[in-house]
């Protein structure tokens, strides 16, 4: 079945630092990909999306490239801030079978001043 | 605005005392989940609903019940909670094959 595999955290930085989280997928169809972000003491937010392949999706300063070739979809930001601290999710839906949503364990990140 | 609002926030129950989380969405949504978090699981599917009178089992359905009578409703039934189901529990709705739109959770205690 497909899954999502995603890099242990927690990850701990510097502030300006640059952060890196990997995300590995298989599925046997033609999945979106998605990162979410949950801040402490709420709901999963959309970070960004890609649909297909070589897509980038980016919002506030992250970023992602759908990679099939590697089936990636690693996380990627050049300076990261204190308000970044929060766990991010890499996920996947897959078309040819839409009420199918799969979630990664979640990757904890924590930038100090 | 577009939401997802969930009730309880917080609730701390015993063992075998039936209780009923209750989920709302206002974006016409047709699809709708049910999630738990735990610690070092990330996210596991409970049940889910294509549409109204429509659900099925996700990943961990066992001691769980759903409807989903209205389109805009998907309340999640525990008929005999067990400490077992104590987690973080999510709603979420979005159309199908699109990102998903979560409430603020349901944190479940149950002694």
């Known amino acids: 079945g497909d899954s999502v595999t995603q890099m242990e955290g927690p990850v701990t930085l510097s502030e300006e630092a640059c952060l890196t989280i990997n995300c590995t997928y298989t599925a046997t169809g033609y999945p979106s990909l998605f990162w979410y972000v949950q801040y402490p003491g709420e709901g999963l937010q959309l970070l960004l999306k890609?649909?297909?392949?070589?897509d980038k999706g980016s919002n506030k300063g992250f970023e992602a490239t759908y990679r099939k070739e590697t089936t990636s979809f690693h996380l990627e930001k050049g300076s990261v801030q204190v308000s970044d601290s929060a766990v991010y999710f890499c996920?996947?839906?897959?078309?040819?079978?839409?009420?199918?949503?799969?979630f990664g364990t979640g990757t904890r990140l924590k930038v100090l001043a | 605005e577009a939401q997802v609002t969930q009730n309880p926030r917080y609730l701390i129950t015993v063992t075998g005392k039936k209780l009923t989380v209750t989920c709302s969405q206002n974006m016409n949504h047709e699809y709708m989940s049910w999630y738990r978090q735990d610690p070092g699981l990330g996210l596991r599917q409970i049940y889910y609903s294509m549409n109204v009178e429509v659900t099925d089992k996700g990943d961990v359905p066992e001691g769980y019940k759903v409807s989903r009578k209205e389109k805009r409703n998907f309340p999640l039934i525990l008929e005999s909670p067990s400490p077992n189901q104590t987690s973080l529990y999510f709603c979420a709705s979005s159309a199908p094959g699109q990102p998903q739109h979560f409430g603020d959770g349901t944190r479940l205690s149950i002694l």
């Open positions: 996920a996947l839906s897959d078309l040819t079978d839409i009420s199918k949503y799969i």
């Open positions: 890609a649909t297909k392949a070589d």
